[in-house]
C-alpha cells in the first residue's frame, strides 16, 4: 500500500508539472499555480516568495529588469511657493532602489475569477540612492543644494493592487495588469544630503540634522513620488511575465482544438496499457484515476502511462550503500571499539563531506551558506542590545573540523560527537538597530564575524524505524542540538552609521572588546544553523542508506 501512495503521489506531481511543457515556461525560479488548487493564494505566496532572489537579478530573456537595484531615472517633488511647513522642489535623477532583495511577500489575494489582484511585502529597509537638486524652504528655513543623496526607509510594508484584464490573441487566452497602485508604510527615514548650501558644511550638517529629525513631516512629501516610482517600476515585472504566461497553459490543462483532435489516440493508448500491465495496487489507480474529470482525458492517459513505469521501477528498486568515501562499521563491534572505528572514519570522511556529494545529494559545508540569521535582544538593559539581521551568509572554515571524540550507544540510540574548530568565519550582509551603552547604533552592509578555537558538542537520538514491506530498517536522527564555546571572537561591520568612518571604526573597537557579551547573543543562531546543516545531511544519508549498511551485520 505505501508504494501504491508513493507511486500516485509522484504521478499526480508529473501530471500537474506536464501541461507546463506544451507553452513557454515561466522563468526559471518562478513556479505556476493551478487555478483550481483551493489554496491557490496560498501556492502564489509560496511561489512569491521563492521567486525573490531571482527577480532582484533580473530575467533579460524575459524582458525583467533587476528588481535590487532597481533603477528609477528621475522623481520628485514640487511644491516650491506653498504654503506647507515643507516647500521644496526637489529632483533626484539615477537613483538606484536597493533592499528589495530582502523583500518578504506576506499576502496574496487573486482569484482566476476575479479581476482584482494584490500583495502585501514587507522589507527590512529600502535605500533610494541617486543625485539630487534641490530649493525652497522647510518652515522658515531656506534650502538649496546639490549632489549625491541617501534615503533610506526603515521596516517597509507595502501593498501593490492592481486590476487584471483577461484578453485574446489570435489562439491564445492571456492576462495584463491595468490600474495599478501603491501604498507603503515605515517606521523610520533616513536621509542625508550632502553639499547642501554649496558645501557649507556646518549648515550641510545641521540641515541633514533637523531633516532627520522631523522625518515624520516630511514622509508625507516624499511618500508619494515614492510610492508612484515603486508602483510603476513593479508594475513593469508584472506585465513582462504576464506577457508570458499563456492563461490556458498555465491554468489549465490542454485547451484549442488540438485537445479535441487527440482525444481519440488519448483513449486507445490509455485502454491498451491499463489492460496489459498488471498494477500491484490497481485499486488505488482505479480510485485515482476515477477521480480525474472527463474533460482532462489526456491527463488520465498521462497518468496511466506513468503509473506503468513506476510500477517497473518499483519492482526492480535496488537499496544504495554508503558513498564510497564513507566507510561502515560492524554494529558487533564492542563499543568502545565501535566508537573508536566511528571516530577513525569520522575523521577521513569530513574533507568529503565539505566538499559534498552530488550523487547522495549531499550539499558542500564549506562554504556553508545560510540564507539569515536573527539576533533580537532590543529593549533590554544590557550593555550590547542589538536587532541584527544577517543576510546571504557563508560560513567558511568547516573543512578543518577536527572529530574529536564519540559516544554512540545503538541499544538506546544515544549519540554524542565532540569536534573542534580553529577558526569559522560568517560574511555576508547585515542591517543592524539597537543601543551600545547609551548610543544608538545602526548601519547596514558587509560583515565579517570570525570565531577562533571552537570546542563543539553535537547530540542526538538515532531512531530505529519499523522495517519496510522489503523488511529493510532506516535510522532517523532526532532531537539534535549543538552547543559550542569560542576563546576569541572578531567583529567588523561596515557601514555603521550611515558610513561615518570615525564613528563606525570606534564602534567595532568597542564590540571586539566587549565580544563575550555579543556572543552570548549570536551564539545560538550560529549554532542553531550549524545543528540544521549537520542534521540535513545525516537524515539525507539515512533516508538513502540502510542501517545494514552503516553498522553491517559482519564478524569481528
Known sequence: MQCCKQMLALTTVLVVLLPNSLARKLPTGLKGCSRNDPDLNDCLLNSANAAVPFMSKGIPSYGILPMDPMRIEEMGIDDKGSNKQVAVNLIMKNVDLVGLRNVKVNKITFSPDSDKASWTCTTPYLSLLGTYDVSGKILILPIHGKGSIN???????????????????????????????????????RMNLENLFNGQKELSDQMNVFLNENWKELVGELGSPIAEALSAATNHRVEAIMRHWQLCARFAYFCGKKAAAAEDLFLHVEEFVYKKVTFRCRGSANQWLASIPATMKPVRTVSVLLLALLQLAAAARVYKKLPQQLKPCSRN?????????????????????????????????????IPELRVDDAGSTRTINLKLTMKNVDIIGLKNTQFTAVKNDLTSGAVEWKFFIPQISLLGQYNVTGRVLLLPLRGHGDMNITLDDLEVIYSFKMRFLPPNKDNVVFLRPEGNTLDFETSKTHINLENLFEGQKALSDQMNVFLNENWRDLVSDLGPPIAEALSTATNQLMLTLTKQVPYDEIFPDTPV
Do not use: W
Open 151 to 189: 534615503i533610506t526607509m526603515e521596516n517597509v510594508e507595502y501593498t501593490y493592487k492592481f486590476d487584471v484584464e483577461k484578453f485574446s490573441k489570435g489562439s491564445k487566452t492571456g492576462l495584463r495588469p491595468k490600474n495599478h497602485e501603491l501604498d507603503f508604510k515605515t517606521t523610520r527615514i
Open 333 to 369: 563491534l564492542p563499543q568502545p571499539k565501535l566508537e573508536a572505528c566511528i571516530l577513525q572514519y569520522g575523521k577521513a570522511a569530513i574533507p568529503h563531506l565539505a566538499e559534498g556529494i552530488p550523487s547522495y545529494n549531499l550539499l558542500p559545508l564549506d562554504p556553508l551558506h
